[in-house]
Protein backbone atom coordinates (compact mmCIF):
# COMPACT_ATOMS: atom_id res chain seq x y z
CA UNK A 1 0.00 0.00 0.00
CA UNK A 2 1.55 3.55 -0.81
CA UNK A 3 1.75 5.56 2.03
CA UNK A 4 -0.88 8.87 2.29
CA UNK A 5 -0.09 12.23 3.00
CA UNK A 6 -1.02 12.78 6.53
CA UNK A 7 -2.42 15.94 7.70
CA UNK A 8 -2.47 15.11 11.40
CA UNK A 9 -1.83 17.81 14.05
CA UNK A 10 -0.47 14.80 16.45
CA UNK A 11 0.33 12.38 16.40
CA UNK A 12 1.93 13.40 13.27
CA UNK A 13 3.66 12.21 10.27
CA UNK A 14 7.04 11.07 10.62
CA UNK A 15 10.09 11.25 8.00
CA UNK A 16 9.92 7.95 5.79
CA UNK A 17 13.12 8.02 5.66
CA UNK A 18 13.52 7.11 9.69
CA UNK A 19 10.75 5.01 9.75
CA UNK A 20 12.76 2.52 7.16
CA UNK A 21 15.96 2.90 8.93
CA UNK A 22 13.66 1.85 12.26
CA UNK A 23 12.87 -1.07 10.45
CA UNK A 24 15.59 -2.25 9.43
CA UNK A 25 16.81 -1.88 12.96
CA UNK A 26 13.41 -3.27 14.76
CA UNK A 27 15.23 -7.10 15.32
CA UNK A 28 18.81 -6.12 15.39
CA UNK A 29 19.89 -3.09 16.52
CA UNK A 30 23.55 -2.92 15.58
CA UNK A 31 24.37 -5.93 15.65
CA UNK A 32 22.98 -6.92 18.90
CA UNK A 33 20.21 -9.09 18.45
CA UNK A 34 17.87 -7.10 19.94
CA UNK A 35 15.64 -4.56 19.46
CA UNK A 36 16.01 -1.07 20.99
CA UNK A 37 12.15 -1.85 22.83
CA UNK A 38 13.47 -4.79 24.16
CA UNK A 39 16.75 -2.84 25.88
CA UNK A 40 17.66 -2.13 29.02
CA UNK A 41 17.48 1.51 29.83
CA UNK A 42 21.21 0.93 32.03
CA UNK A 43 22.62 -1.08 29.42
CA UNK A 44 25.67 0.70 27.00
CA UNK A 45 23.81 0.22 23.82
CA UNK A 46 20.68 2.30 24.97
CA UNK A 47 22.89 4.45 26.96
CA UNK A 48 24.67 5.07 23.96
CA UNK A 49 21.79 5.36 21.90
CA UNK A 50 20.29 8.54 24.29
CA UNK A 51 23.56 10.52 24.60
CA UNK A 52 23.34 10.81 20.58
CA UNK A 53 20.33 11.94 20.82
CA UNK A 54 20.87 14.28 23.76
CA UNK A 55 24.31 15.77 21.63
CA UNK A 56 22.52 15.89 18.33
CA UNK A 57 19.63 17.96 19.91
CA UNK A 58 22.08 20.22 21.62
CA UNK A 59 23.76 20.53 18.38
CA UNK A 60 20.71 21.53 16.07
CA UNK A 61 19.40 23.60 18.67
CA UNK A 62 22.76 25.08 19.43
CA UNK A 63 21.52 24.84 23.37
CA UNK A 64 23.80 26.56 25.81
CA UNK A 65 25.67 24.38 28.27
CA UNK A 66 24.36 26.15 30.83
CA UNK A 67 21.43 24.44 30.11
CA UNK A 68 20.13 21.05 31.07
CA UNK A 69 18.60 18.51 28.27
CA UNK A 70 15.43 16.35 29.77
CA UNK A 71 13.81 13.24 28.16
CA UNK A 72 10.58 13.01 30.29
CA UNK A 73 7.14 11.80 29.88
CA UNK A 74 3.50 13.14 30.31
CA UNK A 75 3.46 15.36 27.61
CA UNK A 76 3.22 18.91 27.30
CA UNK A 77 0.34 18.86 29.90
CA UNK A 78 2.28 17.42 32.80
CA UNK A 79 4.58 20.68 31.97
CA UNK A 80 1.52 22.94 32.68
CA UNK A 81 2.13 21.65 36.13
CA UNK A 82 5.82 21.04 36.78
CA UNK A 83 6.32 24.48 35.54
CA UNK A 84 4.99 26.15 38.62
CA UNK A 85 5.78 23.62 40.87
CA UNK A 86 9.47 24.44 39.87
CA UNK A 87 10.25 28.16 38.75
CA UNK A 88 7.60 29.56 41.30
CA UNK A 89 10.55 29.87 43.50
CA UNK A 90 8.46 31.37 46.46
CA UNK A 91 6.68 33.27 44.37
CA UNK A 92 3.09 34.16 44.51
CA UNK A 93 2.50 35.04 40.13
CA UNK A 94 3.10 34.20 37.01
CA UNK A 95 2.78 35.86 33.96
CA UNK A 96 0.84 34.16 30.78
CA UNK A 97 0.06 35.17 26.96
CA UNK A 98 -3.41 34.25 26.16
CA UNK A 99 -3.55 32.90 22.66
CA UNK A 100 -5.84 30.13 22.65
CA UNK A 101 -6.56 26.53 23.48
CA UNK A 102 -3.04 25.36 24.62
CA UNK A 103 -2.57 28.64 26.47
CA UNK A 104 -5.88 28.12 28.05
CA UNK A 105 -5.05 24.55 29.39
CA UNK A 106 -1.52 25.93 30.63
CA UNK A 107 -2.99 29.00 32.72
CA UNK A 108 -5.58 26.65 33.88
CA UNK A 109 -3.30 24.13 35.41
CA UNK A 110 -0.92 27.16 36.94
CA UNK A 111 -4.06 28.48 38.10
CA UNK A 112 -3.84 26.03 41.03
CA UNK A 113 -0.58 26.48 42.25
CA UNK A 114 -0.03 30.83 41.89
CA UNK A 115 -2.13 33.41 41.14
CA UNK A 116 -1.85 33.56 36.63
CA UNK A 117 -1.62 37.53 35.49
CA UNK A 118 -2.65 37.11 31.60
CA UNK A 119 -0.82 39.98 30.73
CA UNK A 120 -1.85 39.66 27.19
CA UNK A 121 -4.81 37.86 25.02
CA UNK A 122 -5.99 37.66 22.07
CA UNK A 123 -9.48 36.48 22.97
CA UNK A 124 -10.69 39.53 21.37
CA UNK A 125 -10.31 38.46 17.76
CA UNK A 126 -11.70 35.13 18.17
CA UNK A 127 -7.76 33.82 19.06
CA UNK A 128 -6.74 34.91 15.47
CA UNK A 129 -3.44 36.79 16.24
CA UNK A 130 -0.36 37.04 18.17
CA UNK A 131 -0.75 39.93 20.91
CA UNK A 132 2.08 42.19 19.92
CA UNK A 133 4.85 42.72 22.94
CA UNK A 134 3.89 46.22 23.17
CA UNK A 135 0.54 44.71 24.49
CA UNK A 136 1.72 42.77 26.95
CA UNK A 137 1.12 44.26 30.42
CA UNK A 138 4.00 42.52 32.56
CA UNK A 139 4.10 42.39 36.21
CA UNK A 140 6.88 43.32 38.05
CA UNK A 141 6.27 39.63 40.99
CA UNK A 142 6.12 37.23 38.18
CA UNK A 143 8.20 34.28 39.11
CA UNK A 144 8.62 33.86 34.72
CA UNK A 145 6.54 34.55 32.05
CA UNK A 146 4.54 31.76 29.66
CA UNK A 147 3.61 31.67 25.72
CA UNK A 148 2.87 29.34 23.61
CA UNK A 149 4.79 29.50 20.35
CA UNK A 150 2.71 27.89 18.02
CA UNK A 151 -1.13 27.62 18.88
CA UNK A 152 -1.76 23.95 17.24
CA UNK A 153 -5.38 24.19 17.02
CA UNK A 154 -5.81 28.10 16.00
CA UNK A 155 -2.73 27.72 13.71
CA UNK A 156 -1.33 31.07 15.59
CA UNK A 157 2.48 31.52 15.91
CA UNK A 158 4.46 33.72 16.74
CA UNK A 159 7.48 35.09 14.63
CA UNK A 160 9.69 36.75 17.65
CA UNK A 161 10.81 36.35 20.72
CA UNK A 162 9.18 38.03 23.48
CA UNK A 163 11.33 40.07 25.87
CA UNK A 164 10.93 39.53 29.29
CA UNK A 165 13.83 41.21 30.86
CA UNK A 166 15.25 39.85 33.82
CA UNK A 167 12.25 36.98 34.09
CA UNK A 168 12.29 33.62 32.83
CA UNK A 169 10.64 33.27 29.50
CA UNK A 170 9.28 30.17 29.29
CA UNK A 171 7.65 28.51 26.48
CA UNK A 172 5.58 25.73 25.10
CA UNK A 173 7.23 25.00 21.81
CA UNK A 174 4.94 21.68 21.65
CA UNK A 175 4.03 21.61 17.43
CA UNK A 176 7.28 23.86 16.65
CA UNK A 177 10.47 22.82 18.50
CA UNK A 178 13.17 22.22 15.76
CA UNK A 179 10.73 23.88 12.71
CA UNK A 180 13.10 26.41 12.51
CA UNK A 181 16.08 27.81 14.52
CA UNK A 182 15.78 29.48 18.43
CA UNK A 183 17.96 31.53 20.40
CA UNK A 184 17.67 29.34 23.08
CA UNK A 185 19.27 31.33 25.32
CA UNK A 186 16.57 34.26 25.49
CA UNK A 187 14.76 31.36 27.23
CA UNK A 188 14.31 29.41 31.26
CA UNK A 189 12.46 26.76 29.87
CA UNK A 190 11.26 25.29 26.98
CA UNK A 191 9.51 22.31 26.50
CA UNK A 192 7.40 20.21 24.08
CA UNK A 193 5.81 17.41 23.91
CA UNK A 194 7.46 15.19 20.40
CA UNK A 195 4.50 13.91 18.62
CA UNK A 196 4.05 17.08 16.74
CA UNK A 197 7.07 17.75 15.15
CA UNK A 198 9.64 15.44 17.05
CA UNK A 199 9.30 11.79 17.02
CA UNK A 200 6.29 9.52 18.99
CA UNK A 201 3.98 10.24 21.50
CA UNK A 202 5.28 9.28 24.72
CA UNK A 203 8.27 11.48 24.88
CA UNK A 204 8.46 15.49 26.45
CA UNK A 205 11.36 17.30 26.00
CA UNK A 206 12.50 20.30 28.60
CA UNK A 207 15.39 22.51 27.92
CA UNK A 208 15.61 24.63 31.24
CA UNK A 209 18.47 27.04 32.36
CA UNK A 210 20.58 25.61 35.53
CA UNK A 211 19.79 27.97 37.66
CA UNK A 212 16.37 27.56 37.14
CA UNK A 213 16.67 23.67 38.05
CA UNK A 214 16.90 22.63 42.12
CA UNK A 215 14.46 25.44 42.83
CA UNK A 216 10.93 23.54 43.66
CA UNK A 217 8.40 24.00 46.08
CA UNK A 218 9.59 22.78 49.25
CA UNK A 219 9.68 18.70 49.55
CA UNK A 220 8.03 18.20 45.88
CA UNK A 221 7.02 14.91 44.51
CA UNK A 222 10.37 13.57 43.11
CA UNK A 223 9.00 12.91 39.63
CA UNK A 224 8.00 16.50 39.99
CA UNK A 225 10.91 18.01 40.18
CA UNK A 226 13.62 19.00 37.44
CA UNK A 227 16.33 18.30 39.71
CA UNK A 228 15.60 15.12 40.25
CA UNK A 229 15.49 14.11 36.43
CA UNK A 230 18.61 16.43 35.61
CA UNK A 231 20.70 14.93 38.02
CA UNK A 232 19.85 11.27 37.10
CA UNK A 233 20.48 12.62 33.43
CA UNK A 234 17.09 11.57 32.56
CA UNK A 235 16.93 7.80 34.34
CA UNK A 236 15.92 8.33 37.66
CA UNK A 237 13.36 5.94 36.40
CA UNK A 238 12.77 4.01 32.74
CA UNK A 239 12.58 7.06 30.23
CA UNK A 240 10.62 6.36 26.88
CA UNK A 241 13.35 4.55 25.53
CA UNK A 242 11.71 3.23 21.58
CA UNK A 243 10.24 7.22 21.70
CA UNK A 244 14.29 8.93 22.39
CA UNK A 245 15.46 5.95 20.19
CA UNK A 246 13.12 7.29 16.75
CA UNK A 247 13.69 10.93 17.83
CA UNK A 248 17.37 10.50 17.89
CA UNK A 249 16.77 9.09 14.44
CA UNK A 250 14.99 12.43 13.42
CA UNK A 251 17.64 14.20 14.51
CA UNK A 252 20.46 12.81 12.50
CA UNK A 253 18.40 13.02 9.74
CA UNK A 254 17.96 17.03 10.24
CA UNK A 255 21.64 17.03 10.73
CA UNK A 256 22.34 15.18 7.39
CA UNK A 257 19.69 17.87 5.76
CA UNK A 258 21.14 20.88 6.25
CA UNK A 259 20.12 21.60 10.02
CA UNK A 260 17.04 23.77 11.21
CA UNK A 261 18.07 26.77 8.80
CA UNK A 262 17.28 23.99 5.77
CA UNK A 263 14.57 22.99 7.92
CA UNK A 264 12.84 26.15 8.13
CA UNK A 265 13.29 27.10 4.49
CA UNK A 266 11.85 24.14 3.44
CA UNK A 267 8.64 24.96 6.17
CA UNK A 268 7.93 28.52 4.82
CA UNK A 269 7.90 27.22 1.16
CA UNK A 270 5.69 24.40 2.21
CA UNK A 271 3.34 27.11 4.40
CA UNK A 272 4.10 29.74 1.59
CA UNK A 273 2.25 27.41 -1.02
CA UNK A 274 -0.57 27.44 0.71
CA UNK A 275 -1.47 30.44 2.17
CA UNK A 276 -0.38 31.86 -1.25
CA UNK A 277 -3.19 30.06 -2.71
CA UNK A 278 -5.34 30.87 0.08
CA UNK A 279 -5.02 34.72 -0.63
CA UNK A 280 -6.20 34.32 -4.16
CA UNK A 281 -9.40 32.16 -3.59
CA UNK A 282 -12.65 33.35 -1.01
CA UNK A 283 -13.70 29.40 -1.27
CA UNK A 284 -11.49 28.82 1.21
CA UNK A 285 -11.09 31.32 4.38
CA UNK A 286 -8.24 31.09 7.11
CA UNK A 287 -9.19 34.16 9.92
CA UNK A 288 -5.40 34.34 11.33
CA UNK A 289 -4.12 37.44 10.61
CA UNK A 290 -1.14 37.57 7.82
CA UNK A 291 2.18 37.82 9.92
CA UNK A 292 1.02 35.64 12.90
CA UNK A 293 -0.19 32.39 10.35
CA UNK A 294 1.37 29.77 11.95
CA UNK A 295 3.95 27.66 9.37
CA UNK A 296 3.01 24.22 11.26
CA UNK A 297 -0.91 24.37 11.59
CA UNK A 298 -3.18 26.02 8.40
CA UNK A 299 -7.04 25.91 9.57
CA UNK A 300 -9.52 26.87 7.14
CA UNK A 301 -12.57 26.69 6.66
CA UNK A 302 -15.31 25.88 2.87
CA UNK A 303 -17.31 28.75 1.60
CA UNK A 304 -19.99 26.47 2.69
CA UNK A 305 -19.61 23.92 5.76
CA UNK A 306 -22.16 21.18 4.27
CA UNK A 307 -19.14 20.66 1.59
CA UNK A 308 -17.01 19.77 4.66
CA UNK A 309 -17.43 16.51 3.96
CA UNK A 310 -17.12 16.10 0.23
CA UNK A 311 -14.21 17.56 0.51
CA UNK A 312 -12.90 15.19 3.17
CA UNK A 313 -13.54 12.20 1.20
CA UNK A 314 -12.26 13.69 -1.90
CA UNK A 315 -8.96 14.43 -0.44
CA UNK A 316 -9.18 10.37 1.12
CA UNK A 317 -9.67 9.35 -2.23
CA UNK A 318 -6.15 11.44 -3.50
CA UNK A 319 -4.30 9.97 -0.48
CA UNK A 320 -4.75 12.94 1.78
CA UNK A 321 -5.88 12.52 5.67
CA UNK A 322 -6.72 13.66 8.62
CA UNK A 323 -7.56 17.13 7.41
CA UNK A 324 -10.67 17.56 9.30
CA UNK A 325 -10.34 20.42 11.57
CA UNK A 326 -10.39 20.63 15.75
CA UNK A 327 -13.51 19.95 16.97
CA UNK A 328 -13.57 23.37 18.30
CA UNK A 329 -13.03 25.39 15.18
CA UNK A 330 -14.50 23.54 12.65
CA UNK A 331 -13.61 23.30 8.75
CA UNK A 332 -10.25 21.93 8.24
CA UNK A 333 -6.69 21.78 9.23
CA UNK A 334 -3.67 20.65 7.63
CA UNK A 335 -0.48 20.63 9.79
CA UNK A 336 2.35 20.42 7.87
CA UNK A 337 4.99 19.73 10.10
CA UNK A 338 9.06 19.17 9.62
CA UNK A 339 8.22 15.29 7.82
CA UNK A 340 5.21 16.46 5.52
CA UNK A 341 7.03 16.60 1.84
CA UNK A 342 6.30 19.61 -0.31
CA UNK A 343 4.48 17.34 -2.61
CA UNK A 344 2.04 16.83 -0.05
CA UNK A 345 1.30 20.44 0.84
CA UNK A 346 1.58 20.69 -3.69
CA UNK A 347 -1.01 18.12 -4.06
CA UNK A 348 -3.23 19.68 -1.72
CA UNK A 349 -3.27 22.89 -2.99
CA UNK A 350 -4.53 21.40 -6.71
CA UNK A 351 -6.75 19.75 -5.16
CA UNK A 352 -8.36 22.49 -3.28
CA UNK A 353 -8.15 24.40 -6.55
CA UNK A 354 -9.94 21.35 -8.14
CA UNK A 355 -12.58 20.90 -5.82
CA UNK A 356 -13.28 25.00 -5.11
CA UNK A 357 -13.81 24.91 -9.42
CA UNK A 358 -16.10 22.44 -9.52
CA UNK A 359 -18.72 23.51 -6.87
CA UNK A 360 -17.74 27.48 -6.16
C1 LIG B 1 -0.44 18.95 21.65
C2 LIG B 1 -0.09 20.14 22.44
C3 LIG B 1 -0.10 20.13 23.85
C4 LIG B 1 -0.51 18.91 24.65
O1 LIG B 1 0.38 17.90 24.51
P1 LIG B 1 0.19 16.51 25.31
O2 LIG B 1 1.42 15.77 24.94
O3 LIG B 1 -1.05 15.86 24.80
O4 LIG B 1 0.12 16.82 26.75
C5 LIG B 1 0.27 21.28 24.50
N1 LIG B 1 0.63 22.39 23.84
C6 LIG B 1 0.64 22.45 22.50
C7 LIG B 1 1.04 23.71 21.81
C8 LIG B 1 0.29 21.33 21.76
O5 LIG B 1 0.30 21.37 20.41
Known amino acids: MARVFNFSAGPAALPEEVLKLAADEMLD ?25 EADLRELLAIPANYKVLFLQGGASLQFEM ?41 DKGFTYAPAQGDWKLTK ?13 GGVEFNWVPETGDVPLVCDMSSNMLSRPVDVAKYGLIYAGAQK ?29 YKTHADAESMYNTPPT ?12 LKRTGGLAAAEERNIAKANLLYDYLETTDFYRNPVAKGDRSR ?53 VEYMKEFAAAKG
Not at 29 to 53: D, L, N, T
Open 197 to 225: NIGPAGLTIVIVRDDLVGKAVPTPPAMLD
Open 83 to 123: IPINLLRGKAAADYVHTGEWAKKAIKAAKTFCNVNTVASAE
Open 29 to 53: WHGCGQSVMEMSHRGKEFISIAQAA
Open 296 to 348: MNVPFTLKDAALDEEFLKGAKAKGMVQLKGHRSVGGMRASIYNAMPIEGVQTL
Open 141 to 153: DAAYVHYTANETI
Open 242 to 253: YAIYIAGLVFQL
